[in-house]
C-alpha cells in the first residue's frame, strides 16, 4: 500500500486543493424563485391582450370594465403560481432529505465526512452498499463490483480491478471492498458532462403554447385592426369620437375570448391534480397536454420497462431442464419441470446445483414488511431467491471456511464449504462463474445422483444450451462443486452441475400498457445501454416488435437521413450512449414526430430535456434526470404514462371543445355589434355586458366543459398531428356558423323589442345572447357525439353552472345592484319567449346532425 494510501491527505493539502478545484457538487440549476415564477404567469399573449384592454378601459375612465378585465388576469396568475410551486416544491422533497457521505483517510485516520467536501487527491474507502462519491482510480480492491446502470443503463454490474480500475460518481457498489484515489469532482465528473450535456439543451416550448400563442396572435391582430377600422369608419360617418372609442373597445373585447386563459389554466390544474392522484407529478401545466400529442415514446428499459431486479428464470442441469417462476427478490415462485413442481429434496441434482448456487455467495434477502430487500450484487441476490424457491434451507454464519473471489481474469469464485447435512461435516468446494470458465476446471458431469466423465461430446452440448440462453437475452451462470480432503481450494478436477439464465425481467404492467399504446396509435422505441442479446429479448417478451436492433456503433455510422428511415421502421437501440439518445429524440422531432422520453439515470437526462416531454421516475430517478423531465412518474410505473397520455388527450380534446365553444359565443357578439352599427343603430350591447357574458357566465360554463369525461373512443384515435391546430378549418366552420345564427337572432330580438324602448331591447338582446351561448355548451361537449350518447347527465358540473350562470343572468335582469352595474331594465314573459323560440335549435339542430353523421359513418363501416 503507498504512502498515500496509509496517510491520505493533510488539512493543509485539503485546503489548498479545495481553493482550486471548489466544493464535489454539480453546479446548481438556477430554480426560478415564487417572484420569477408569478411573473412567467403573464407571457401569455393573450394575457398581455387584457392588459391592454383594462389600460385603454382606465384610460377611458371605464373602471368597472378595468376591474374585471384584471381580476381575470390576477386569477390566471394565481392558478398557473400555485400548480407549479407545488410542483417544484413536491420535486424539491424527492431529492432526499439526507446529502451523501464519504468514507475517507486524512492524516491517517479514517473518517466519515458529507461527499460535497472531496478534493482530487482524496483517498476513499468503499464497501458493499456505497455509492461512488467521485470519479476515482483504484489503489486497492477485493472482489469489487459496481453497478454502472446510471450512467451507462447496462443492467450487469461491472467487475472492477487494477486493469478496469477506474470507479464514476454515482454508481454503486454491489459486492467487494476497495480504496481509491479521487480523481475529479463535481462537474468534472463522467457524471457531471453528462450533466452539462443536459444543460445545454435550450428551453422549450409546449405543443399547447405554441398553438395557444398561435392562436393568441391571430385574435389580438383581428382585435385591433377589427376595432380600429369600425372606430375610424365611425369617425368618419361623423360620428361621436368617444362614444367610436368605447365602441371599438366594447368590440375588440368580444373578439378576444378574455375568460380563455384563465379556463385553459384551471383546466390544466384541474388535469393535473388528477394526474397527481395517479402517482404522476406535473412539474409545468402544459405537459400533461403535450403527453397527450405524443405520437412516439422512447423509452429506458432499465427499471423502466424492467424491475431492475435480477431473477433466475431458467436451468440446467446434465438431467433435465426446468423453468422458474416469480420475480424480483420475493422467494414465492416455484422451481417446474414441465408442469410438476420440484423441489431440492426430491431431486438430487438440482439439490446441488441450488446449494452452490446458495452457499457461493455474499447476498443476502430479508423481509421488511410486505416487501423482500436484497442486500448484495443483484445476480447473487437472484441465486439466493432462487435457492429459497428450491425449499433450499438457510446456511449457517460460519459454514464457509474459506474463498477466492471473483476476478475479471478467472471470471469465477470460489468457496470452502463445510455442508452439515452429510453427518461427518465434510467439506466442499463450491465454484460459480462463466460458463467457459467454470467448463476448463471440470472433468466430470453430475447426473441426478451419478457422476460421469464429461467428454466432448457433453462439453459441445452445454455450450449450445447456453448459447441459446444468450441469444435469448439470458445473462448465464455455471456452477461446480468437488468434494475435499484439504482446506485449500483447487480448482480443478471439478463436477460440472448445471446452467443458471438470470434476466432483468419485465414489469408485469408493461405487456398491456404497450397494447393501450398501439391501439393509441403511439409508436414505442426503446433506447438502452444494455446489450444487444438482452435488449431483444426483453422486447420479444413485451411484446414490443423489434425488425432491427442496432447499436451505439451502428448509429455513429448512419446519417441523419439514414436514422430517419431506420426510425420509421420498428428498431431497438442497445449499447447507447447520452448523446445517441439526444440524437435519436432529435432525429425524430425533425420528421414532425411530438417525442416523449423515459429515464432515470443520468445518462437519460439530455434526452428528456430535449424531449417534447421528458418522464423521469421519482423513487430510482436520479436528481439530474428529474430536474430535466416535465413529468415524474411517483410510481416509476411505465402505465401510469399511458394514463397521462390518455388524461392528456382528454385534456386537449376539452380545450379544443370550449375555446370553439368561447369563440362561437364571441363571434355572435362580433357579427351582432358590426351589423348594428353598420346599420346605424345604437349599441346593442355595452362593454360592460360584454364583460359579463365572457368571463362570468362564459367562463364558468367553459370551467365545465373542459371537465367533460374522456369520450369512449379517445384511446382508439391515431396521435393528432404535431401542426395540427386547436381551431381548424371545421372549428372555425363552427365558430362562423353559431356566431351568423346567435349574432343575427340577437339582432333580430333586439330590432323586435324597440318599439319598447332602447334599454328593453337591448336587455332582451343581452339576455337572449347569454341563454343562447349557455344553450350552445351542448353542443360542444363531444365534436363528434351526439349527447345522448355520452349521456345528458354525465357532466353534472356542466349543468350546475348552467344552472348558477342563467340564475345570475336572471339576477342581471331584476336584481337592482347588477342593473346598475349591468345598465339593465326588467323585461316581461313575451320577451323570455321570444328568446326560447330562438334558443330552441342551438339544442336541435346539433344533435340531429351529429347523429345523422353518426348513422351514415356506421353504414359505410358495415358495408366496408
Not at 394526474?275 to 407529478?281: D, G, H, K, V
Not at 475479471?408 to 461435516?425: I, N, T
Request: include cysteine; proline fraction near 4%.
Amino acid at each position: 500500500m503507498t504512502s498515500k494510501t496509509a496517510r491520505g491527505l493533510t488539512e493543509h493539502d485539503v485546503a489548498e486543493l479545495r481553493s482550486r478545484f471548489g466544493w464535489n457538487e454539480l453546479p446548481r440549476t438556477r430554480v426560478a424563485g415564487p417572484f420569477a415564477i408569478f411573473l412567467r404567469q403573464f407571457s401569455s399573449f393573450l394575457i398581455a391582450i387584457l392588459v391592454g384592454a383594462a389600460c385603454v378601459a382606465l384610460l377611458l375612465g371605464e373602471r368597472i370594465d378595468a376591474l374585471a378585465i384584471g381580476l381575470v388576469i390576477a386569477l390566471n396568475a394565481v392558478l398557473g403560481f400555485v400548480q407549479e410551486w407545488r410542483a417544484e416544491t413536491a420535486l424539491a422533497a424527492l431529492r432526499g432529505l439526507l446529502a451523501p457521505r464519504a468514507t475517507v483517510v486524512r492524516d491517517g485516520t479514517e473518517s466519515v465526512i458529507p461527499a460535497r467536501e472531496l478534493v482530487p487527491g482524496d483517498v476513499i474507502v468503499l464497501r458493499t452498499g456505497d455509492s461512488v462519491p467521485a470519479d476515482a482510480q483504484l489503489l486497492e480492491s477485493v472482489g469489487l463490483r459496481v453497478d454502472e446502470s446510471v450512467l451507462t443503463g447496462e443492467s450487469v454490474p461491472v467487475d472492477k480491478d487494477m486493469t478496469t480500475s477506474k470507479l464514476f460518481t454515482g454508481t454503486s457498489v454491489v459486492s467487494g471492498h476497495a480504496e481509491a484515489e479521487v480523481l475529479a469532482i463535481g462537474a468534472e465528473t463522467e457524471f457531471g458532462q453528462v450533466a452539462a450535456l443536459t444543460g445545454a439543451v435550450g428551453t422549450k416550448t409546449t405543443h399547447l403554447q405554441r398553438q395557444l400563442g398561435y392562436l393568441a396572435r391571430q385574435l389580438g391582430a383581428a382585435a385591433l385592426l377589427i376595432a380600429a377600422g369600425l372606430a375610424g369608419l365611425g369617425i368618419i360617418l361623423g360620428r361621436d369620437v368617444p362614444e367610436m372609442l368605447m365602441t371599438s373597445l366594447s368590440l375588440a373585447v368580444a373578439i378576444v375570448p378574455e375568460g380563455l386563459p384563465a379556463v385553459v389554466t384551471i383546466t390544466l390544474a384541474l388535469g393535473t391534480a388528477a394526474m397527481a392522484r395517479r402517482n404522476a407529478l406535473v412539474r409545468r401545466l402544459q405537459a400533461v397536454e403535450t403527453l397527450g400529442a405524443a405520437s412516439v415514446i422512447c423509452t429506458d428499459k432499465t427499471g423502466t420497462l424492467t424491475e431492475n431486479k435480477m431473477t433466475a428464470t431458467r436451468l440446467w442441469t446434465a438431467a433435465r431442464g426446468y423453468d422458474v417462476t416469480g420475480t424480483g427478490y420475493d422467494p414465492a415462485g416455484h422451481i417446474a419441470h414441465g408442469a410438476a413442481r420440484v423441489r431440492a429434496q426430491d431431486d438430487a441434482g438440482l439439490h446441488h446445483l441450488l446449494r452452490c448456487a446458495l452457499v457461493c455467495n455474499h447476498a443476502r434477502i430479508e423481509r421488511r414488511g410486505s416487501d423482500w430487500v436484497m442486500i448484495g450484487a443483484p445476480t447473487e441476490g437472484a441465486l439466493v431467491t432462487l435457492a429459497y424457491k428450491g425449499w433450499l434451507p438457510q446456511l449457517r454464519d460460519n459454514a464457509i471456511a474459506a474463498e477466492l473471489p471473483f476476478t475479471s481474469e478467472r471470471k469465477r469464485m470460489s468457496v470452502l464449504f463445510v455442508a452439515p447435512e452429510d453427518g461427518f461435516g465434510e467439506s466442499w468446494q463450491l465454484t460459480k462463474g462463466a460458463p467457459e470458465a467454470i467448463l476448463a476446471i471440470c472433468d466430470r458431469i453430475r447426473t441426478d445422483d451419478r457422476i460421469g466423465e464429461l467428454d466432448d461430446g457433453m462439453r459441445v452440448d452445454i455450450r449450445n444450451v447456453y448459447q441459446s440462453m444468450a441469444r435469448d437475452g439470458l445473462r448465464v451462470i455455471a456452477l461446480a462443486e468437488r468434494r475435499m480432503d484439504s482446506q485449500t481450494i483447487d480448482e480443478s478436477g471439478m463436477v460440472f452441475l448445471g446452467l443458471v439464465g438470470l434476466i432483468d425481467p419485465p414489469r408485469a404492467e408493461v405487456t398491456p400498457a404497450l397494447s393501450l399504446a398501439r391501439s393509441a396509435g403511439l409508436r414505442v422505441i426503446m433506447i438502452t445501454g444494455d446489450s444487444p442479446f438482452t435488449a431483444e429479448a426483453i422486447a420479444r417478451q413485451i411484446g414490443l416488435d423489434a425488425q432491427a436492433v442496432l447499436t451505439g456503433d451502428d448509429l455513429h455510422a448512419l446519417t441523419d437521413d439514414e436514422l430517419g428511415r431506420v426510425l420509421k421502421g420498428n428498431a431497438v437501440f442497445a449499447r447507447t450512449r447520452p448523446a445517441d439518445k439526444m440524437r435519436i429524440v432529435s432525429v425524430l422531432q425533425s420528421a414532425g414526430q411530438i417525442v416523449a422520453m423515459t429515464g432515470d439515470g443520468v445518462n437519460d437526462a439530455p434526452a428528456l430535456k430535449q424531449a417534447d416531454i421528458g418522464v423521469a421516475m421519482g423513487i430510482r430517478g436520479t436528481d439530474v434526470a428529474r430536474e430535466a423531465s416535465d413529468l415524474v412518474l411517483l410510481d416509476d410505473n411505465f402505465a401510469t404514462i399511458i394514463g397521462a397520455i390518455s388524461e392528456g388527450r382528454r385534456q386537449f380534446a376539452n380545450i379544443r371543445k370550449f375555446v370553439r365553444y368561447l369563440l362561437s359565443s364571441n363571434a355572435g357578439e362580433v357579427v351582432a355589434l358590426i351589423v348594428n352599427i353598420a346599420i346605424g343603430g345604437p349599441l346593442i350591447f355595452l362593454a360592460t355586458q360584454i364583460l359579463w357574458m365572457n368571463l362570468v357566465t362564459d367562463g364558468a360554463t367553459a370551467v365545465a366543459l373542459g371537465l367533460e369525461k374522456s369520450e369512449p373512443d379517445h384511446m382508439d384515435r391515431p396521435p393528432r398531428k404535431s401542426r395540427d391546430p386547436i381551431l381548424g378549418r371545421a372549428g372555425f366552420a363552427t365558430v362562423v356558423l353559431f356566431g351568423l345564427y346567435t349574432g343575427l337572432a340577437s339582432l333580430w330580438i333586439f330590432s323586435a323589442m324597440m318599439p319598447a324602448g332602447v334599454d328593453t331591447a337591448r336587455t332582451t338582446a343581452f339576455t337572449a345572447m347569454v341563454v343562447f351561448e349557455k344553450i350552445s355548451v351542448f353542443a360542444f361537449r363531444s365534436l363528434h357525439l351526439p349527447c345522448w350518447r355520452i349521456g345528458w347527465l354525465s357532466n353534472p358540473l356542466l349543468l350546475a353552472a348552467l344552472s348558477l350562470t342563467l340564475a345570475a343572468q336572471v339576477a342581471a335582469v331584476y336584481w337592482p345592484p347588477l342593473q346598475l352595474l349591468l345598465h339593465t331594465v326588467p323585461i316581461g314573459p313575451e320577451a323570455w319567449l321570444l328568446i326560447a323560440a330562438f334558443a330552441l335549435p342551438l339544442l336541435v339542430v346539433p344533435e340531429v346532425v351529429k347523429s345523422a353523421r353518426r348513422g351514415i359513418a356506421h353504414r359505410v363501416m358495415t358495408r366496408d
